[in-house]
């Protein structure tokens, strides 16, 4: 079992910047890699970013490149997804996963709000 929570949500205006984290712990050494999921109201979940746990690569959707950056500290087991440039469409629930190597996403944190006034 991994247990996945998510902490750094909340309320922030058009422009602005924020920093989410993720801290993994239990069976952590089975992670291939983590990412961030977002959720708004009456919208299907949708894939933010992905990051390997051992090297490091990174993928993002096409709606976020070039505004987040999705990192990981290994020693910490703490995966974050720095937002700048937040736009009001940025609003949603944001969970962070977690998968092992050629699966799904498994392990689910319980997510935290992003609200972007404009």
């Known amino acids: 079992q991994v247990q996945l929570v998510e902490s750094g949500g909340r309320l922030v205006q058009a422009g602005g910047s924020l920093r989410l984290s993720c801290a993994a712990s239990?069976?952590?050494?089975?992670?291939?890699?983590m990412a961030w999921f977002r959720q708004a109201p009456g919208v299907e979940r949708q894939f933010v970013a992905e990051v390997t746990w051992s090297g490091g690569s990174t993928s993002y959707a096409d709606s976020v490149k070039g505004r987040f950056t999705i990192s990981r500290d290994s020693a910490l087991n703490t995966v974050y997804l720095q937002m700048n440039s937040l736009k009001p469409e940025d609003t949603a629930d944001y969970y962070c996963?977690?998968?092992?190597?050629?699966?799904?996403?498994?392990?689910w944190g319980q997510g935290t709000q992003v609200t972007v006034s404009s």
């Open positions: 239990g069976r952590t050494s089975g992670i291939y890699a």
């Open positions: 996963a977690s998968r092992p190597y050629k699966s799904t996403y498994n392990y």
